[in-house]
């Protein structure tokens, strides 16, 4: 860069050998500054590192090219030379190049195309955000350039992101079995200005393309849009990223790419598909031929597979540490890699090892996909420890948990993918009175899975309006696709009941919800459990989609005993009043929740009191619950 601005001087000092009708007092300044300038520029460089001319071999510039944007950049490089541009142009302050000054120490007549073509919005310097020019109303020729701040620290030798992207850039985990048949790769190393790559929940587009480009031999600049600000000009926003990139040498990677499409799709597609860089778009969207004047090549991401995120966990935190529970957490890569962090950072924190344990926590945490929506985590998540069902109820739930977490294994075999028009998801109905434990086991469900419980308030869902229903699903389905959770449908007959004889135009219609319904489940790419009170309400078509059926009966005596123990367990008795726990399990024909709610009461009106809870107190609250409930309560109070 030294060079280039010794020759600048060059030119700086004949044109200031024209200027002849300057004031004594500007002459004298111009002289003297001329002078520093040869001063300082008389001594050859040597280093021969010359940034801009890997700047020009990235964005395609010609000399002219690069010697305008030497001459916009020099008034931040050299005080003496912004010094000198200010009293060429008649002033006594340093000041930037003007279009009419640049031209002139570049040799191009004003008369002449030069101007728009190396300096007008089409221009190269221009189009790729490397040289900015001032807008009107000022005259073309007295407009001023500059060049950005980002672009003037990479003249000089500083490469740090712009912090204009900073909040949205993110880490890819490059995992080079995604790129199977090396199509993505050879796709780069051609040339191929822009590939969509369509990744559903658990595939992994954002580690294939940054593996691909890792094979061709380039680096990787991973934007993910969705943690752009919603009111962001996503035509600057995009300009500024793959600038960045072909700055950095790298490829740009876009996640959540179907963002644009909500935004002038063929504008911003069409930028990207002009950049200088490769651009990989990833999105969970097919791609839209309405988005572009052309079709780009268009892959789908493969799943992530147990043994694929094995190998993560173990690059992350070492061998030995994850078990297989852990990598069958449906999560990305590059979670995988921010749990592991985290998972360390905890351990460094608390002077502790890293364990299964506390990488499995750090996965929940980490990628959980806690939200301002009805996603729902408490706060120690749940286990089947906490379940208290009989055996016949039990070993369906494992079998459950079993199913969807080895999920993408059995998907990996491409030959049980899609057959018969089935989807790739997993539901499961869960029926049985009020308190029985369905809404319990959805928990320990999803806590097992490592995944959040995404519950839905069909209160908001059903609508009167024809088509609202429909719409309330979408949305429901939608948002749980984008997200890493269970979806869970309470109360599901509200909505699952039978589908009725078509008298009316209504039952017509209820049906179509219905049928929707249905076919949303079908290509739900996730697992999904319904819970009801009455499974004698649901529809057989819901019965025939349903991977598990499993019904929480009542509990019997040696349930109910175990239930009382189990929470009271959690309060401390009195033992000059003990509890008969055999007595209540016998006399109390109550579900879970409602003992658990009994035992809740207990201990507020013993803490209220100031005393231990006692036989006294837990009887007190049976009688109360049997009252909030409706049900019968006999004269001895169930005292003994």
Not at 6 to 13: N, S
Not at 381 to 405: E, G, I
Not at 540 to 558: C, E, G, K, L, T
Request: charged content about 25%; hydrophobic content about 45%.
């Amino acid at each position: 860069m030294r060079e280039r601005l010794a020759a600048l001087v060059k030119q700086v000092c004949v044109a200031g050998d024209r200027r002849q009708g300057l004031d004594d007092d500007l002459r004298r300044r111009l002289d003297d500054v001329l002078a520093v300038l040869r001063d300082e520029h008389a001594e050859p460089d040597t280093s021969h590192d010359d940034p801009l001319a890997g700047l020009a071999d990235v964005f395609g510039l010609d000399e002219q090219d690069a010697e305008l944007l030497t001459i916009a950049a020099a008034p931040d490089l050299d005080a003496n030379l912004a010094l000198a541009f200010g009293l060429l142009r008649g002033g006594p302050s340093p000041a930037r190049a003007t279009v009419g000054l640049a031209l002139e120490l570049a040799s191009l007549p004003t008369l002449s195309g030069a101007g728009p073509t190396y300096l007008g919005p089409t221009a190269p310097t221009r189009r790729h955000g490397l040289l900015e020019v001032s807008p009107a109303p000022a005259l073309w020729l007295s407009r001023e350039l500059w060049v950005p701040d980002r672009v003037l620290a990479h003249l000089v030798g500083v490469d740090e992101a712009d912090p204009l992207l900073t909040p949205a850039l993110v880490l890819p985990v490059p995992v080079d079995r995604l790129d199977v048949d090396g199509l993505l790769a050879a796709a780069v190393t051609a040339g191929e200005p822009l590939v969509w790559i369509r990744s559903p929940l658990g595939s992994g587009g954002l580690s294939l393309a940054a593996a691909a480009l890792s094979e061709a031999g380039i680096g990787c600049l991973a934007l993910d849009l969705a943690r752009v600000a919603p009111d962001a000009d996503l035509r600057r926003v995009l300009a500024v990223t793959t600038r960045e990139a072909a700055l950095q040498g790298a490829g740009l990677v876009l996640v959540h790419a179907e963002r644009l499409a909500e935004h002038d799709p063929a504008t911003l597609f069409a930028a990207l598909a002009e950049s200088v860089v490769p651009v990989l778009a990833v999105g969970d969207r097919p791609w839209q031929p309405l988005w572009l004047a052309y079709h780009p090549l268009v892959l789908e991401a493969p799943a992530v597979t147990t043994e694929d995120r094995a190998l993560v966990w173990d690059n992350e935190l070492g061998a030995g540490i994850a078990d297989h529970r852990l990598a069958t957490f449906r999560l990305a890569p590059e979670v995988i890699a921010d749990a592991a962090r985290y998972a360390t950072t905890l351990a460094d924190v608390t002077g502790t090892e890293i364990s299964a344990d506390s990488a499995r926590a750090a996965a929940r945490r980490v990628g959980g996909s806690i939200t301002s929506g009805p996603a729902l985590m408490p706060t120690r998540p749940p286990t089947f420890a906490d379940l208290v069902l009989p055996d016949h109820v039990s070993r369906p739930l494992h079998r459950f948990v079993s199913w969807a977490a080895h999920r993408d294994e059995v998907l990996a075999d491409g030959r049980l993918v899609d057959v018969g028009g089935k989807g790739t998801g997993i539901a499961a109905l869960f029926s049985g009175s009020p308190g029985t434990g369905k809404t319990l086991a959805a928990h320990v469900v999803a806590a097992e899975l490592g995944l959040d419980l995404f519950r839905v308030d069909l209160a908001s869902i059903v609508d009167k309006y024809i088509g609202e229903t429909e719409k309330n699903l979408e949305r429901v389905f939608h948002e749980a696709e984008s997200l890493n959770v269970l979806l869970f449908f309470d109360e599901a007959d509200a909505l699952f009941g039978k589908r009725s004889d078509v008298k009316d135009a209504h039952d017509r219609y209820a049906n179509q919800e219905v049928a929707y319904l249905l076919q949303r489940m079908e290509s739900f790419d996730g697992v999904t459990v319904l819970a009801t009170n009455l499974r004698g309400n649901l529809d057989p078509a819901f019965s025939r989609r349903m991977s598990f059926i499993v019904h929480f009966p009542d509990p019997d005596v040696p349930t109910r005993q175990r239930l009382w123990e189990r929470h009271l367990a959690r309060v401390t008795t009195d033992p000059a009043d003990p509890v008969q726990v055999a007595h209540l399990a016998q006399e109390v024909e109550l579900a879970g929740g409602d003992i658990r709610n009994i035992v809740l009461a207990a201990a507020y009106d013993a803490v209220a009191a100031g005393e231990l809870v006692g036989m006294r107190h837990v009887l007190a609250a049976t009688v109360a619950e049997h009252h909030k409930l409706g049900r019968r309560v006999p004269e001895h109070g169930f005292a003994q």
